[in-house]
């Protein structure tokens, strides 16, 4: 088997190296255009050994650095609104704090499925009705977020803590469908909130012994360049194109999520 090949290798060898900043690289560009991208860097880090709760802890390595280098240039494009991102970051924060160290009840099988189903739905009305996604709202966007909006972010970010696959493309889809954001302005949003919370959850795996430091260093150094290319990218070309971008992902991801690529590996 392909991980039995590659764990044969010392992970200091330019193999191990090139393919770590490789992933990581291509998780930035996927998770600055739209989000789930953390499945490729889950993927190789199990691959090269990790259990699952290591690499869910290493990949936050790179999701600081990529969000870090994205935020960065999505404000000086005045493409983000730093106000509201932290007024948003607050119930996201704390709720993937607690994401972050609780154990979810639920079974994994079935959790994946409903998000699944979720995500196809979301497909629908990104084809359905594209100025939704497209057009900002300035009626809602300027304004402070509604109570029942911070209790949404909270939830979104117990998810975002528990596990960062997918996280992306929830909060692309509150902040266009219920702030109000166009999807360059919501990415950068995104983005910024993302980087927020991401150093708290962070250390919760620092603190459990959940991190390959050696493999979340090398893979980072993809992260940061994918988010500096992939956001200025992404405002150049302008919503129409992250929004076809964000259909693809959520295509893969939820044919991921619902067990069709088993079917032929």
Do not use: C
């Amino acid at each position: 088997m392909l991980s039995e090949y590659l764990q044969t290798f010392d992970i200091y060898s330019w193999q191990i190296i090139t393919i770590l900043i490789f992933a990581g690289f291509l998780t930035g560009v996927v998770n600055t255009f739209a989000g789930s991208g953390t499945i490729i860097s889950y993927s190789v880090f199990m691959m090269l050994g990790l259990p699952i709760s290591t690499a869910n802890g290493t990949v936050r390595m790179g999701v600081i650095l990529q969000t870090l280098a994205a935020a960065l240039n999505f404000h000086r494009n005045k493409a983000l609104d730093v106000k509201k991102g932290f007024l948003l970051g607050i119930p996201i924060t704390i709720g993937s704090i607690i994401g972050a160290e609780i154990a979810v009840s639920i079974d994994k099988d079935v959790f994946e499925k409903v998000i699944a189903i979720v995500l196809i739905l979301m497909m629908f009305f990104l084809i359905k009705n594209p100025d939704k996604w497209i057009k900002e709202k300035k009626e809602i966007s300027e304004k402070n977020p509604k109570k029942w909006h911070y209790i949404l972010y909270f939830f979104i970010g117990i998810y975002g803590g528990f596990i960062h696959m997918g996280v992306g493309i929830f909060l692309l889809a509150a902040l266009v469908l219920v702030s109000g954001y166009d999807l360059i302005k919501a990415n950068a949003l995104k983005i910024f909130t993302v980087f927020l919370y991401s150093p708290f959850v962070l250390v919760v795996f620092m603190l459990n012994g959940h991190i390959d430091y050696a493999m979340g260093i090398f893979s980072s150094i993809g992260n940061f360049a994918a988010g500096l290319i992939a956001s200025h990218f992404a405002v150049k070309q302008g919503a129409g194109f992250v929004r076809w971008f964000l259909i693809v992902i959520i295509i893969l991801f939820s044919a991921h999520l619902l067990g069709f690529f088993d079917l032929f590996f």
